[in-house]
Structure formats: structure tokens, C-alpha cells
């Protein structure tokens, strides 16, 4: 492990590079967490929505984490929690809409908050000291998302045509877009790889490829396909670090605590 | 949707006895983890075990939920 960064020595380009690797696995989590809230009286069990519960606190915790993150670059966390617009979100473009089926939310739970975990887990081996010491904590929590995705994905691949289609529907949709967040090579990406703190994309698609290739090859869909295709994409909004688009507004507000805003104590 | 019963046991400190807290229904070993864990989320357990209520033997009864889960009369 390379010795830690002196934040208050990091260029205007280290610090931009930083604040967006940080809202956007803040934002992301904020949002996996309002995805996960959605089923939490949707689930097929009891057991599976008290899981979907549990899941929602551990992804609203970790994103509450990781804004604070912001205040090694000097940046006060509350307006970016309660303030910002969508099309400031920089959250993973997979966790835009809300997932229509329980196969959806399966599939997110392996490739969405499967590829987070894996960026996470290199953010916390790299040269910003606050991620070593808070991600493994998250990490460790995450292991009951896989588990419960893993055995989820499976069931579902292994039940009626209907649930292998609406499995390869979600995988089609959500494998690229996790691919090209965390194939970004951009300049920002790159200042992140140079500063240590972050490792090279290829190393984090090939970790994440050999997290998921076992559970995601007993779906329908074609995925050595896209990690033999994944990289750079070419219409990547540099400046949020994501793919075009933005969360939806009901998310956005929620995420924001908009209903709520008369009671915000902070 | 099948799924297995598991009964859960945990213990809240370092020897403490092992106890019976509850169960609950899982698609395998695995989810029966995560059910257990986030169920049973009431105390921060030192320890919790899951086991399928099928693989435990009743000592002295032939009726109630352990015999019903080997096949046996509820």
C-alpha cells in the first residue's frame, strides 16, 4: 500500500479528480439505497424485504460516509446532500430509473452494487488515508448484499422462462452500464491512478469480471461479450464522471429529503 | 416459491449460552445468513448461527415443529 496523500498539497486537478470519485460513489450508494428501499414491502418474503430494509440503512450509511469524505477537500457535504439538482447526480447511470421487477433489483444487487463494491474495495487499498479507514467497514457490510444477490440470481435463473428473460432484460441493460463507469479513463481518472489513490481501469474491470463471471454466467445473457467490449465510452460526461443522463426527479427529491426540508436540523 | 425453515441461535457476549431466538424462511444456506442477521438485528450479537430446522433430532418428543420439519406429525 503507497503512503498516504497530503490532501492539502494535491493540485486543483487532484482535488477536482478526488471530489468527483467520491460524489460519484456517494451518489450512487444514495441512490442503490433508494432502489432497495423501493421493495422493502415489494419482496417475495418477509425475510427478503426485512434483507431489502437492512440493505437500504447499510447503503444510506455508506453514502453518508462517504459525503463527509468532502470535508478533507474542504467542501461542507450538507448543500451536496440537500441542495443539488439531478443533473448534478454522479451516480452510476444503471440507478437513474427505478427498477420495475424483483429481476432488476436481483441483478442490481450483483452488477450494480457489485462494481461499487469493487471500486470501493480499491478506493480503500489506495493513497486517501479517510477511505482506508472507513470502506472496510462498508465492505464488510456489503457481503450480505452479495450473498442475498448471488442466491437470488440464481434462483431466478434457474426458475420459469419469464424470470430468465426479465434476468437477461436487467443484466442487458445494467452490465454496460457498470462496465463504462468503471472503465473510465478520462484525465480525472487518470490523476487518480497517478496519485495512487485509485488503481488503473483495467484492473478494476478485471476484479469485477471475476466477481460476477460465475453467478452472471447462469443467466441468458451474453456477458463475456460485454467484458471483452468493455472501455472508455465515447459520450462520458467528464466533468459528473457517468454517462449522460440524470436520476429521476422523485428520486432525486427523496434523496434530497425534499418533503422534509422544514425539519432539517442540521 | 420454496423455500427452507432455519432456526436461529446466537449469543450476545463471549459465554454466553447459545440461544434459541427465532427462525426464519430462506431460499439455502446463504440467505438463511442474511435473514438471520438482519431479522435478528435487535443486539449486537457476538455470535449467530443458522441451522435447518430439518437437521434437528428431537430428543424426547414425537409432535411440534422439529418432528414436522423430518416429516414426522406436527
Redesign the interface.
Known amino acids: 500500500m503507497s503512503d498516504a496523500i497530503n490532501v492539502d498539497a494535491l493540485s486543483d486537478g487532484g482535488r477536482a479528480a478526488l471530489e468527483r470519485l467520491i460524489l460519484s460513489l456517494a451518489d450512487s450508494k444514495r441512490l442503490m439505497g433508494i432502489r432497495y428501499s423501493d421493495w422493502i414491502l415489494g419482496s417475495?418474503?418477509v425475510?427478503?424485504g426485512?434483507?431489502t430494509?437492512?440493505?437500504t440503512q447499510d447503503e444510506w450509511g455508506h453514502a453518508r460516509l462517504l459525503y463527509a469524505m468532502l470535508k478533507q477537500l474542504d467542501i461542507d457535504p450538507v448543500p451536496i446532500e440537500h441542495d443539488r439538482t439531478a443533473e448534478a447526480y454522479a451516480n452510476l447511470s444503471a440507478l437513474d430509473e427505478p427498477f420495475e421487477d424483483w429481476a432488476a433489483l436481483v441483478a442490481s444487487m450483483v452488477i450494480v452494487d457489485g462494481a461499487l463494491s469493487v471500486a470501493l474495495d480499491a478506493f480503500s487499498e489506495g493513497a486517501f488515508a479517510p477511505a482506508r479507514q472507513r470502506v472496510p467497514k462498508m465492505l464488510a457490510e456489503e457481503r450480505?448484499h452479495v450473498?442475498?444477490g448471488?442466491?437470488?440470481f440464481r434462483?431466478l435463473a434457474a426458475a420459469s422462462e419469464e424470470a430468465r428473460a426479465l434476468l437477461r432484460a436487467a443484466t442487458d441493460r445494467q452490465l454496460p452500464a457498470a462496465l463504462v463507469w468503471l472503465a473510465a479513463d478520462d484525465e480525472s481518472s487518470r490523476e487518480l491512478v497517478e496519485l495512487g489513490v485509485m488503481p488503473p481501469p483495467e484492473s478494476l474491470t478485471t476484479a469485477f469480471r471475476a466477481s460476477v463471471r460465475d453467478v452472471l454466467a447462469e443467466g441468458d445473457a451474453d456477458v463475456n461479450a460485454y467484458f471483452d467490449a468493455a472501455g472508455p465510452a465515447s459520450d462520458w460526461d467528464s466533468t459528473r464522471g457517468r454517462a449522460p443522463g440524470q436520476p429521476d426527479a422523485d428520486s432525486v427529491d427523496r434523496a434530497r429529503g425534499a418533503k422534509n426540508r422544514a425539519l432539517f436540523v442540521e | 416459491?420454496i423455500?427452507i425453515t432455519y432456526d436461529v441461535f446466537a449469543r450476545k457476549n463471549r459465554g454466553d449460552q447459545l440461544s434459541h431466538v427465532g427462525y426464519?424462511?430462506?431460499?439455502?444456506d446463504?440467505?438463511a445468513?442474511?435473514?438471520a442477521?438482519?431479522?435478528y438485528?435487535e443486539e449486537n450479537w457476538f455470535e449467530m448461527c443458522v441451522v435447518q430446522r430439518s437437521q434437528i433430532i428431537p430428543v424426547n418428543r414425537d409432535d411440534g415443529p422439529f418432528v414436522k420439519a423430518r416429516g414426522g406429525p406436527e
Open positions: 417475495p418474503s425475510e427478503t426485512i434483507a430494509s437492512s440493505m450480505f450473498s442475498l448471488v442466491a437470488w434462483r | 416459491m423455500e426464519v424462511d430462506a431460499l439455502d446463504e440467505t445468513k442474511v435473514h442477521w438482519t431479522t438485528s
